[in-house]
């Protein structure tokens, strides 16, 4: 049998590798490959198969309470993908697949702490760069920048603390 702690460091590491293959090309390219998608989707179906037996033991011992909390994170991403939609990509399409994927990688608390400083982070930078375009007499409305940057000081914090 599978020990949880190999499951845990595994699905760690397959989110981090996730995490830095997506921030490369979202900010060398500006556009993230789908074929990460569906490779990382793969490996994370594979992984799952692999550990089936800790995956059966977490599921069949959710309460009815706790379930919706396991739902809440691949809803909300199903939302900004919509958005995504809706907006001719005002919220980036790559960012929303990514915020999708990352809800099955993550357990719903890790997930909403990502999104929150994720947005925190993109608030501070719109302000400076608002800022900056104002300073330099520049339509604020053209300066965009990748999204992705921004789940960089969560994602530190999350493998930071569990190293400790």
């Not at 409305?141 to 921004?150: A, D, E, G, T």
Request: with cysteine; net charge positive; hydrophobic share 55%.
């Amino acid at each position: 049998m599978a020990e949880p702690q190999y499951f845990t460091i595994s699905k760690g590491i397959l989110f981090l590798l996730f995490f830095a293959f997506t921030l490369f090309f979202d900010c060398r390219k500006r556009r993230i490959p789908s074929m990460i998608f569906l490779l990382f989707g793969g490996i994370l179906l594979i992984h799952s198969i692999f550990f089936r037996k800790i995956y059966y033991a977490f599921f069949s011992s959710l309460s009815m309470e706790e379930f919706p909390l396991l739902l809440l994170p691949t809803l909300f991403a199903f939302f900004l993908l919509l958005l995504s939609k809706w907006s001719r990509e005002a919220i980036g399409y790559g960012d929303s697949l990514f915020i999708l994927l990352s809800s099955f990688y993550c357990n719903a608390y890790h997930f909403f702490f990502l999104i929150i400083t994720a947005f925190s982070c993109s608030t501070i930078v719109s302000m400076f760069l608002f800022c900056s375009c104002k300073l330099k007499k520049k339509n604020p409305k053209n300066c965009r920048f990748p999204f992705l940057p921004c789940f960089l000081p969560g994602v530190l914090y999350l493998l930071g603390i569990s190293f400790f």
